[in-house]
């Protein structure tokens, strides 16, 4: 029954969210085109959504974020608040690579697009190289992204294998790569349900890793990055 109540609740306030910052999201995009406004309202989008549904988020290791520089953050993916954690409480501006479907969807769709989130299509090969070609572009502009190299989010919190997207990226752009271990929301809701059981979530950030590598390094980054991950989870 708490279960029902808090599902409930959860898409009562993310209807509402939607409707009211994602109107002020498209509208601050007209008086800043760079994006940075319209996702500052997105962040406290999503830190409203955690609040107000009772998922505390404890962020550690703030001091391993690159304050300097864009960054890609490569982290594990246990559950949907994953996305409201990471995109609420890291301080730094965010540019999402999300499937095209998801901007088709009323308010929220339209505030992803004036944040200048990136539309990827993975059943288009043209379109996901285009993807992958503006994700470099946003990174060299200044802009960090997340990414979940998993793919996909863990069925039992498990953490799967890594593909090598997040390492092309750090490559092409330059740009080092910051390990984040996220705990907890894989049990807020478990994948194939949507029923909410509110909880805690932790959130860690580990030292950067630099990409400056040669051409057979790449795997190895990743599997240090993921070896660290694995670490920080037990």
């Known amino acids: 029954m708490t279960s029902f109540y808090h599902t409930i609740k959860f898409w009562v306030l993310i209807i509402f969210l939607s409707f009211s910052l994602g109107t002020i999201a498209v509208i601050a995009r007209l008086f800043d085109s760079s994006g940075d406004s ?42 949907y608040f994953d996305i409201f954690a990471l995109s609420g409480y890291l301080p730094v501006q965010i540019r999402w690579v999300a499937k095209s479907s998801l901007f088709k969807i009323p308010f929220m769709g339209w505030a992803m697009k004036a944040a200048g ?36 989010r863990s069925e039992d919190g498990t953490l799967g294998p890594f593909k090598k997207g997040s390492n ?27 029923l909410i059981n509110p909880g805690p979530i932790e959130i860690i950030l580990s030292p950067a890793v630099t990409t400056h590598l040669q051409k057979n390094d790449g795997e190895d980054i990743l599997n240090s990055i993921r070896n660290t991950i694995l670490e920080n989870q037990r």
């Open 38 to 79: 319209s996702h500052n309202i997105a962040r406290l989008w999503c830190r409203l959504l955690c609040k107000w549904n009772g998922v505390k988020v404890q962020i550690t290791g703030l001091e391993n974020m690159l304050t300097d520089q864009p960054q890609i953050f490569v982290s594990n993916h246990q559950g």
């Open 117 to 152: 989130y990136i539309q990827v299509t993975r059943s288009d090969r043209k379109k996901s190289y285009q993807a992958f070609i503006e994700t470099v572009e946003k990174v060299k502009e200044g802009c960090s992204i997340i990414i979940f190299p998993e793919g996909t």
């Open 168 to 194: 092309l990226i750090a490559n092409r752009s330059n740009s080092p790569m910051v390990p984040v271990t996220i705990k907890g929301s894989s049990d807020i809701i478990k994948k194939g349900s949507f």
